[in-house]
């Protein structure tokens, strides 16, 4: 049984040290570069599965540049069989799904673990595009996983809100994102972090996949957009000099607003006709 684990590495700022207070820009040459740690949770869970039926292989799989072996090494101290890189920058998750599911179809898999979503742009995407475009079922958010080598099915176990879970049992090859609450990542020992620095990568230069691209939106395909923000809902505040027994009364009818007043026209047809003419005309309504 083969595991790839899609990885990426995320820049972490410690304030104020990375921020050009003069520019109001982030300096990345003084970031901290690690792990995002939902796909660490992900590498972990493969690492179990991987220690509960021997012979799996578990492939540790990113996109990025080349400051980004340092995860891939990571990954394989904590137990990664092999590495690969696709040398190129992560631009939009539709463009980074495309081309690790080109290298994952090349090589095959039984199952593909991500990460919820990435901490620095917190899109959580790239797992739903690379299962569309692998054309392979999916399952996201799951916090168990319960595999069956023999039958090629998996049982996973998920949340749904409010404390409730369910159950779903789909066929293998299939990809699930994992919470960080799947697991306890292991720390890797000082001999494993030593044995990982002469092991090989495996690079990939993206210019060399022959992947197709949605030329309408540009080489991304699908650009990325954030939700639209609800209006934030203005609540009435009474004014704190007044009494208790005051603000509780204005707070239940609703702010005290009272209702406006409206005019009564009186008279005879032509009179009441001249009237609200006078009313239109004094609001700017005509």
């Known amino acids: 049984m083969r595991i790839v684990v899609c990885i990426k590495q995320i820049g972490h700022i410690c304030h104020p040290i990375g921020i050009d207070r003069k520019g109001g820009v982030i300096e990345p040459e003084k970031m901290i570069y690690m792990l995002n740690p939902y796909d660490e949770v992900a590498m972990e869970e493969a690492i179990r599965i991987k220690e509960k039926f021997p012979g799996t292989e578990v ?31 992560p631009t939009d998750p539709r463009t980074t799904a495309t081309l690790l599911a080109k290298v994952i179809a090349d090589m095959g898999c039984d199952i593909i673990l991500c990460g919820k979503k990435a901490m620095d742009t917190n899109g959580g995407m790239v797992g ?14 799951i916090l168990k996983l319960y595999v069956d080598p023999k039958k090629r099915t998996a049982l996973v176990e ?8 369910e159950l779903i049992e789909c066929s293998l090859p299939a990809l699930f994102t994992v919470e960080r ?20 990568i495996t690079r990939i230069e993206a210019n060399s996949l022959t ?21 934030p809902k ?48 004094q609001e700017k309504m005509v």
């Open 59 to 89: 492939i540790a799989l990113t996109l990025g540049p080349s400051r980004s072996e340092e995860v891939l090494r990571y990954s394989s101290a904590l137990g990664a069989d092999s590495m690969i890189r696709v040398n190129g920058d």
């Open 128 to 141: 739903s595009f690379l299962a569309e475009i692998l054309d392979i079922g999916q399952t996201t958010g």
């Open 158 to 165: 998920r949340s749904i809100g409010r404390g409730d879970r």
């Open 181 to 200: 609450g799947m697991n306890e990542p292991r720390y890797p020992t000082l001999p494993h972090r030593l044995r990982s620095e002469k092991q090989k």
């Open 211 to 231: 992947v197709a691209f949605d030329t309408e939106s540009g080489l991304g395909g699908l650009p990325t957009l954030d939700p639209p923000r609800p209006k």
């Open 234 to 281: 203005k609540v009435f505040t009474p004014d704190s000099q007044l009494s208790a027994s005051e603000r509780m009364r204005l707070i239940m009818s609703g702010g005290g607003r009272a209702a406006k007043k409206g005019d009564l026209i009186e008279g005879a047809p032509e009179k009441a006709a001249e009237a609200i003419m006078s009313v239109l005309i």
